[in-house]
């Protein structure tokens, strides 16, 4: 099974301030990688899969880079609806379909 | 617009069982794998079971073999989770969520509002 590792747990950040999130592979996903974003009380929704692409609806602030074990979800310039809990998933190798423990964004 | 509404969660004894269902609407799910994932409390999703398109295939989670059955029924798109032999490490919150045409093809997009499931006497 493949444990995705996220960094930081928390993050506190202002708005207008650029935010880098980190995400770990044990083991080479290739670019298989998706980011989901959960605001309380809310399912988790896609904002970026295949480690680089943009979901449908999803504002150019936000990107990912990376490939095989390391990833990096960055929100350019943070707006106040950006903050949120932001999950990773991996679907190279499968089942399990695993997902990382996330990462809290809050406001400083 | 594409939507999933999932019901039956609530108060669920350990060792007895819950039957979770997920009503889809706006598209027709006889076209894609659906999988069941779960949340607990302050904790990240974990994939707990999905199922082909056809129904024929199934795959689980460590965590629920042999307690957990997924099933659909296409004509009435709809997708259920049994859960027998319940724990307390079930309580979570669970989420119906669309696949690809085929396991593995693409990501949870979109995911139902969720039925907490509570496991305690």
């Known amino acids: 099974e493949i444990v995705l590792t996220q960094s930081p747990a928390s993050l506190s950040l202002s708005p207008g301030e650029r935010a880098t999130l980190s995400c770990r592979a044990s083991q080479s996903v290739n670019s298989y990688l998706a980011w989901y974003q959960q605001k309380p009380g809310q399912a988790p929704r896609l904002l970026i899969y295949d480690a680089s692409k943009r979901a449908t609806g999803i504002p150019p602030r936000f990107s990912g880079s990376g490939s095989g074990t390391d990833f990096t979800l960055t929100i350019s310039s943070l707006q106040p609806e950006d903050f949120a809990v932001y999950f990773c998933?991996?679907?190279?190798?499968?089942?399990?379909?695993?997902f990382g423990q996330g990462t809290n964004l809050e406001i400083k | 617009e594409v939507q999933m509404v999932e019901s039956g969660g609530g108060l669920g004894q350990p060792g007895g069982s819950l039957r979770l269902s997920c009503a889809a609407s706006g598209f027709s799910i006889s076209g894609y794998v659906m999988s069941w994932v779960r949340q607990a409390p302050g904790k990240g999703p974990e994939w707990v079971s999905g199922?082909?398109?056809?129904?024929?295939?199934?795959h689980y989670a460590d965590s629920v073999k042999g307690r957990f059955t997924i099933s659909r029924d296409n004509s009435k798109n709809a997708l259920y989770l049994q859960m027998n032999s319940l724990r307390a490490e079930d309580t979570a919150v669970y989420y119906c969520?669309?696949?690809?045409?085929?396991?593995?093809?693409?990501?949870?997009?979109?995911w139902g509002q969720g039925t907490l499931v509570i496991v305690s006497s």
């Open positions: 969520a669309k696949e690809g045409q085929w396991f593995g093809t693409d990501w949870f997009d979109p």
């Open positions: 199922i082909s398109a056809s129904g024929g295939t199934a």
């Open positions: 998933q991996q679907r190279s190798n499968w089942p399990p379909y695993t």
